[in-house]
C-alpha cells in the first residue's frame, strides 16, 4: 500500500515522564517532571488497529480507539491535516493510574509527539504551543501537560489565544520523594469536592505561597537548611487539599505527619499520592519509615510505595530511526 507522501512508517518510540501538579498553592497552574518514564512505541500499518499494554493498565485498558493514546493520537492526525491507514501500538506503563501521578497526561502527550514524529514536517506544522494547545484541550487543564512536554518546573496560564508555560530549573539539590498508595483516586471525584468560591483571604493566602514555592524551588545560592524552611512555607495551601481530604483520609494524615516533622510535603495532584521535597545537606526524609509504618490513628488499609525520584529535566523524550533522540 503507497502511504500519504507526509506520513513515515516508524516505528518512533516516546518516553514520557510522569508529572506532579499543584505542589500544594499552585492549584490548576504549577506542574513539576518526574524521572518516571512509559514508554510508547508507534508504527503506521496498512490498516487495522494492533494494541499491546504491559505494565499499568495492563488488564484494565481498552484496546481500541478509546485508548487514550489512540484518542491523542488521531487528534494530532487531525490538526496536522493527515491520518493513518493502521496503526500498532506498543506500551510499556510504568506511571501509577489513578494517583496523581500525570498517567493520562502523559498519554495525551506520548500520543500527540508520536503523531507529531510519524508526519515529515510534523514539527512545523504542529509546533510546541499547538502541541501545548492540544493536549491542554485534550486533558481540560495544563498543569499536567506542561512538565510532561517541557520537563522541569513549569508554571502554565491561559491567555486569549492559548496557553503559555515558564519552564524553571529546580535548584541543585532539591529531590522530590513520593508516597503511592495502593488504591487509586478518581481525578473526577477529587474535583467534584472543590467549591465553586473560595474565601478572598484564602486566595491571598495562596498567592504569597505560589510566589513564595517558585523561588524556594529554583532560586540558587539559598543556604539548604534556609531553602527547605521557604520549601515547607511555601506548599501551604487553602484552596484546594483540604476541600478534597475527606476522599484521602490518609493521605491527609501523612501529609500532617510529615509537616509536624518539618517536611515540606503536599498532595501530589489530584492525589491521593504525596510528594515530599527533600533538600540535600538537610536532615533526610526516611520514606520508607513513613511507608512502613501507615499512618497512626487511622485504619486506611493501604500499602505505601514510597521512593525519591529526580526531577526531570526533560519533558517527553522522541525516538526514531530517521531523528534520533531529542526532548519534545
Known amino acids: 500500500m503507497t502511504l500519504d507522501p507526509r506520513l513515515r512508517r516508524g516505528p518512533v518510540t516516546v518516553r514520557p515522564p510522569a508529572t506532579s501538579a499543584n505542589l500544594g498553592p499552585g492549584f490548576d497552574s504549577f506542574g513539576l517532571a518526574l524521572e518516571l ?30 485508548h487514550l493514546i489512540i484518542r491523542s493520537l488521531r487528534a494530532a492526525f487531525g490538526r496536522l491535516g493527515v491520518q493513518p491507514p493502521g496503526l500498532r501500538v506498543r506500551c510499556v506503563n510504568r506511571i501509577p493510574h489513578g494517583r496523581g501521578l ?34 491542554t484541550e485534550l486533558e481540560g487543564h495544563a498543569d499536567n501537560v506542561a512538565p510532561c512536554l517541557v520537563g522541569g518546573f513549569t508554571t502554565a496560564w491561559q491567555q486569549e489565544d492559548g496557553v503559555d ?43 504569597a505561597r505560589a510566589g513564595l514555592l517558585a523561588l524556594a524551588l529554583t532560586a540558587p ?9 521557604l ?15 475527606p476522599a ?14 518539618g ?38 488499609g493501604l500499602d505505601w510505595g514510597a521512593a525519591e525520584l529526580p526531577i526531570a529535566a526533560g519533558g517527553v523524550v522522541v525516538d526514531d530511526d530517521q531523528a534520533g533522540q531529542r526532548d519534545g
Open 248 to 261: 484521602m483520609a490518609a493521605s491527609a494524615a501523612l501529609i500532617a505527619r510529615l509537616r509536624a516533622d
Open 37 to 66: 518514564r512509559d514508554e510508547v512505541t508507534v508504527e503506521i500499518i496498512d490498516a487495522g488497529l494492533e494494541i499491546e499494554i504491559r505494565g499499568e493498565g495492563a488488564e484494565s485498558l481498552p484496546l481500541d480507539d478509546h
Open 221 to 229: 545560592g539559598l543556604e539548604p537548611s534556609r531553602r527547605r524552611d
Open 231 to 245: 520549601l515547607f512555607a511555601g506548599t501551604e495551601d487553602r484552596l484546594h487539599q483540604g476541600y478534597r481530604a
Open 102 to 135: 500525570g498517567s493520562s497526561s502523559a498519554a495525551i502527550c506520548a500520543g500527540i509527539m508520536a503523531a507529531r514524529a510519524l508526519v515529515a514536517d510534523g514539527e512545523l506544522a504542529l509546533d510546541a504551543y499547538g502541541a501545548l494547545d492540544l493536549a
Open 263 to 300: 517536611h515540606p510535603a503536599v498532595v501530589s495532584g489530584a492525589g491521593p499520592s504525596v510528594l515530599a521535597f527533600g533538600v540535600a545537606a538537610t536532615p533526610a526524609l526516611r520514606a520508607a519509615e513513613y511507608a512502613r509504618s501507615g499512618v497512626p490513628g487511622t485504619e486506611d
Open 165 to 207: 508555560v515558564l519552564r524553571l530549573d529546580p535548584a541543585d539539590g532539591v529531590s522530590a520523594v513520593l508516597f503511592v498508595p495502593s488504591q487509586p483516586l478518581s481525578t473526577h471525584v477529587a474535583r467534584g469536592l472543590l467549591p465553586k468560591d473560595v474565601p478572598h483571604v484564602d486566595a491571598s493566602f495562596n498567592t
